[in-house]
């Protein structure tokens, strides 16, 4: 993270829109297990701005393709659907997949540093009703989580 990083609430939304090379890394329960992805950040439109009125709060929307790594945990993150985006971004939250249903699987990317080349932050993935258990124990496997970071690409 550069010296110039700032806390998110002190940047604008709209400064995030572009393409980003989205690195995931996680701390459980499988420790330093990485994802590669590229995110697409964009405004929304004036029809969906007008959709969106009294409805939740979406500051920019998107989609993300992966590049390597698991992607099992957000199956619906490529949607490219202006109603049901593959990625949310609200304040300093952003939400990879389809996240409230019963089925549904998201991550929740929770930023906690912007600057002029990217952002980083921490996340947690969200896996609607299903539980995971460990085969030899059959305890309960936590939901995966880790750290981020989402450099802006090159053009």
Known sequence: MPASAQHPITARAIRLAGDYELIQVQTQPSPGK????????APLDSTARARAVGGAVRDLVGWLETVEGDSTWRPNAGSRDPARPGAVLAGDHLRLGESGAVGSHAEHLMITA??????WGWWKAESGWDVSLEQRTQRVVPDPAGYFCALRAQP
């Open 114 to 119: 912007v600057a002029p080349d990217g952002f």
């Open 34 to 41: 990485t994802s590669v992805g590229r995110l697409h950040l």
